[in-house]
């Protein structure tokens, strides 16, 4: 069974902090998807990473897939209250359903 | 109108009623998907849709028992639900998952209270 951890599990920060999460496996992926969500609505896809030791930009978001294809993280630079969310990582390979971790919740605060 | 929509956004059921879930894509997507979430668990698979066949039955009880009567529609019919199925349902669609790089995007979600 694919399984996917992120960490932390809860972070709340002051705007203008810089902050990292992660997304950690023990299984290989053939892509990497990172969602935001926000409360009462669905998730938001934000970026999908294929390539391993891939780095994507996003305005302040940062995203990369690690060399192995495993693993993940995410980098905020400057920290907005917008950017509050539940952060979520789901890995795909061809032909099999997404395996979703449970979600960094970040709060932003002004 | 863009991208996937779900009808209702809230639903209050009591446990004796029978409910459907309503979900559309706009997307020209071949796969939909029913995902539930409840507070402080993962996202959790249900069912799965693949060019309107049922690919995927997540060991879901038979009280929900989904319908999709064509790529762009998909339902999730609800009778006799229990307490424990209070929860947000999210409806997600996607290009074939048999290609390379395919992406899931998601509805808004019906929040489902069952009293």
């Known amino acids: 069974t694919q399984l996917l951890e992120q960490s932390p599990q809860f972070l709340s920060i002051q705007e203008g902090e810089n902050l990292t999460v992660y997304c950690n496996s023990s299984?290989?992926?053939?892509?990497l998807q990172w969602y935001r969500q926000e409360p009462g609505e669905g998730p938001v896809l934000l970026v999908t990473?294929?390539?391993?030791?891939e780095v994507k930009k996003l305005k302040r978001l940062t995203f990369q897939f690690g060399d192995a294809r495993k693993d993940s993280s995410l980098h905020i630079t400057a920290a907005q209250p917008g950017d509050t969310g539940l952060y979520l990582c789901a890995g795909g390979n061809y032909g099999q359903n997404f395996v979703f971790g449970p979600g960094t919740r970040l709060s932003v605060l002004p | 109108e863009t991208g996937v929509t779900q009808t209702p956004r809230h639903l209050v059921m009591g446990m004796t009623n029978k409910k459907s879930l309503k979900c559309e894509q706009h997307l020209g997507h071949n796969a939909m998907y029913w995902y539930k979430q409840s507070a402080k668990k993962p996202l959790e698979l249900m069912f799965v849709?693949?060019?309107?066949?049922?690919?995927e039955n997540n060991s879901v009880p038979s009280r929900f028992s989904p319908e999709c009567p064509n790529s762009s529609h998909l339902f999730l019919h609800l009778h006799t639900l229990q307490p424990e199925d209070s929860a947000l349902y999210l409806c997600?669609?996607?290009?074939?998952?048999?290609?390379?790089?395919?992406?899931?995007?998601f509805g808004p979600g019906t929040r489902l209270t069952v009293t």
């Open positions: 849709y693949n060019f309107k066949e049922q690919t």
């Open positions: 997600a669609s996607s290009q074939d998952p048999g290609t390379s790089g395919y992406e899931q995007y």
């Open positions: 299984s290989v992926f053939s892509s």
């Open positions: 990473v294929v390539t391993g030791g």
